[in-house]
């Protein structure tokens, strides 16, 4: 697996302006992302020929990774292991980068995005799930794009990078953390859309401008889901003995009060504080608002309710009756198991969210 380089404190607004060809690479990315939607949404329905395009896509994505990111000295943040945050990104190996400039930003994106389109073919990911990542990566592109005239360059096709592990166990931990690093990357990306959607409803900027900020942070969101649907690309016996006693282990290594939980992985609580000012802002505006920016706030309200729901069946698939390792750390904790599942939990929290997002069909 590639390492997996991530803003120090999670946001693309405090990345470097400083790039090298990187910025020609993501142009020529999004013209196959471009072309890989029309092949996968279009009139086609053939497995093989969509396959065949997964494979086509790799090896014109050979050229542009695979380079080593070249840091400064002590730009790559030691880790503390008393920090959850720390521990999590250790497990999943993740690195957090101080001053980290668009071009190293951008080369770590063309590299996880790579390794998830080498993978997806041999995946049971439904197509309607790649759309939703391919759909997040024309999201990305665009921003990434934004006021800048890259010089078209051609990057002919090469041999695919192999870096998936042919051993089942280790493909399922390997597809697993790489997951994870897409997950952390769209999350990135969806967090800056909703910041200048914010920003764009206090400065009272165009509706079409607001609403397309809406729209690019709810599909690079529902991305993140997308990520979680291949990293579980497994079956639950592989889950039950591979992925779970592997958290465990690290679990106990770091020595936490509870298990493995989202409250620890760094790009989701940062998203989440944003989508708090978000929704205070709407609210705040919302008799104001026009219908446009209203849908794209559905929209997202939509794919953050899927979400929750997607999560439920992939605990209901992976550990059936059985509890997630959080709701184990907190039933030894208290000393009584806790009776309900994980797909309960889940389930809970989904309802949770409605009430949260009620307020979006509610004027």
């Known amino acids: ?119 997806f073919q041999y995946t049971s990911m439904s197509r309607g799930e790649i759309a939703y990542i391919l759909k997040a990566w024309e999201a990305a592109n665009s921003i990434l794009l934004t006021n800048r005239t890259p010089t078209p360059m051609d990057f002919p096709a090469a041999k695919i990078v192999e870096v998936a592990p042919k051993d089942n166990e280790h493909r399922a931990l390997y597809r697993w953390k790489l997951a994870h690093h897409g997950f952390a990357i769209f999350m990135v990306f969806s967090g800056y859309c909703f910041e200048q959607a914010i920003e764009g409803i206090e400065q009272k900027a165009a509706d079409d401008i607001i609403a397309d900020w809406l729209d690019k942070g709810a599909h690079l969101f529902r991305a993140t889901a997308a990520c979680m649907e291949f990293g579980n690309s497994f079956t639950s016996t592989v889950y039950k003995n591979v992925i779970r006693p592997d958290m465990s282990r690290a679990n106990k290594e770091a020595n936490l009060p509870n298990g493995f939980s989202g409250t620890q992985n760094f790009e989701y609580v940062q998203w989440r504080k944003t989508k708090v000012k978000l929704f205070n802002a709407i609210k705040a505006k919302q008799d104001s608002l026009s219908e446009t920016i209203m849908d794209k706030m559905e929209l997202f309200r939509t794919y953050y309710l899927e979400d929750m729901h997607i999560h439920s069946i992939i605990a209901g698939r992976m550990v059936g009756i059985e509890k997630s390792l959080l709701q184990e750390g907190m039933g030894a904790k208290r000393g009584k198991p806790m009776s309900i599942t994980a797909g309960d939990m889940l389930r809970m929290m989904s309802g949770m969210r409605e009430k949260e997002t009620n307020f979006i069909i509610g004027r």
Not at 15 to 28: C, E, G, H, R, T
Not at 34 to 60: H, P, R
């Open 1 to 119: 697996m590639n390492p997996c380089f991530l803003p120090d404190h999670s946001s693309i607004k405090e990345l470097v302006n400083k790039y090298d060809n990187q910025i020609a690479k993501v142009n020529f990315f999004n013209s196959r992302v471009k072309n890989q939607i029309n092949i996968l949404l279009g009139e086609t329905y053939v497995l093989t020929e969509v396959l065949d395009a997964f494979k086509q896509f790799s090896a014109a994505l050979a050229t542009l990774i695979n380079p080593t990111i070249p840091f400064d000295t002590g730009q790559v943040r030691e880790k503390e292991l008393s920090n959850k945050f720390d521990i999590y990104d250790k497990y999943f190996e993740v690195n957090r980068v101080q001053d980290m400039t668009y071009g190293q930003f951008i080369q770590q994106y063309l590299d996880t995005s790579a390794e998830l389109i080498n993978e």
